[in-house]
């Protein structure tokens, strides 16, 4: 079942927070940014904006008697991989979509919000609208590292927004210690979660240790130095591969002055390298040779699960060393959802925590995030772990 949250007037309100802050970070963007795809695992923003709008018409609105869709034609444009749906434009040919155009768009996220609003009335909806709500939050954090990757393939190097991040202090590479034992892992309990944060169920965990804070740039810059992308011995064997493929010399971003000044491309443009921010923009691979270069390894999901209490995260998205596979007893939402999280549990890795780019309050403990061992414009870092 969907889990539910708090009737409406709640619902209605959260519905017009998520809905505004969507078009909050889209709104620096022009109609020409908008509509860039920089490669094909990314999407342009105003597609981000559609597909979001999509989905509470498609799944919610279309199933409600009286309603007349905006545009019939939308349904093929803006439908993401719901193939229960119908067909749909392919994905690396999103860029092309440059009619209808942007202000179309926004006319369109009107018009299905104050449909909205009378559904948020409805009781027997709150599910669904939850679901859309976290869906459109998920896009949230795309739009940040779609553009990111867009505005980085640009030669001018534009900045998306004029704020620049306070350098972060130095920090101590404590470790944590965990006893191990019988651990009970995933949701359970009040508030939304997705179908594969559950059900909960116990694994066995060995002692570990695992570090209080992820893998800094500093640090990560001495396995540059020390030949970590020239050294085989580090490398999984796909990962070295894939180094040789794509001539990875460094973190995604990282940018390099003729005279060796390091500095890092970012959502406020170019920044000098800050040594004690967590590095981001990196692979499975490259975290895996990181960590085989340090003495040390990537924790197993449920080993981050279990000792996330005890350190802070939401800065980077961490790599673990688990392959995105259902929880024992996994049952999929049920209806038009089914197709949300299950079908994707396949040449996968898990990912932990957040990012700076996860919008507020989206980020949990028990939240899974997912992608193929190569990626790299996500915001992801490291965590390291230990056998004790």
Known sequence: MLAAVQPSPTLAEAYRAVRAHTAA???????EDAVLQSMPDASPVKWHLAHTTWFFETVILSRQPGYKPFDPRFAYLFNSYYEALGPRHPRPRRGLITRPG??????????????????????????????????EQQHQELILTDIKHAFFSNPLLPAYRET??????????????????????????????????GPRHQVLLRPFHIAARPVSNGEYRAFISDGGYRRPEFWL???????????????LYWLKDDDGTESVFTLSGVRPLDPNAPVEHVSFY??????????????????????????????VWEWTRSSYDPYPGFKAFEGVAAEYNGKFMVGQLVLRGGSHATPPGHIRSTYRNFFPPHARWQFSGIRLAEDI
């Open 102 to 135: 942007l202000d179309e768009i926004y006319a369109w996220r009107t018009h299905v919000d104050a449909a909205m609003a009378r559904a948020c009335e409805d009781q027997s909806l709150t599910g669904l609208i939850a679901l859309g709500l976290h869906h």
């Open 25 to 31: 970070l889209a709104a620096p963007l022009s109609a």
């Open 237 to 251: 064997s796909d990962g070295w591969t894939k180094v040789q493929e794509e001539q990875w010399q460094a973190p």
């Open 286 to 315: 490259e975290a895996c040779a990181y960590a085989a270069w340090a003495g040390a390894r990537l924790p197993t999901e449920f080993e981050w699960e279990a000792a996330a209490p005890l350190f802070a995260h939401g800065e």
């Open 164 to 197: 620049v991040p306070a350098a972060h202090a130095a920090a101590a590479a404590d470790w944590l210690s965990i006893p191990g034992g019988v651990t009970a892992i995933g949701h359970d309990g009040p508030g939304f979660a997705f179908d594969n944060e």
